[in-house]
């Protein structure tokens, strides 16, 4: 029981989309050292956390 073509046409559609989302990704880290974007990705967490605390704090009122 062969499948035909649709191993094949599955296969070209997953690296397609695979090499999609990898273009992404280095599109948005592009010229970044390792360092360079845990430093970023660090500060966007404090700031997310800062601003939690503040919506928290102002429910709380």
């Given amino acids: 029981m062969t499948r035909g073509n649709q191993r094949d046409l599955a296969r070209a559609k997953n690296m397609k ?4 989302k990898s273009a ?20 966007r967490i404090r700031e997310k956390q ?6 928290k704090q102002n429910n709380v009122k």
């Fill in 17 to 20: 989309k695979a090499s999609k």
């Fill in 24 to 43: 992404a990704e280095t599109e948005t880290n592009k010229g970044l050292t390792l360092e360079q974007r845990k430093q970023r990705d660090a500060e």
């Fill in 50 to 55: 800062l601003q939690k605390a503040l919506e």
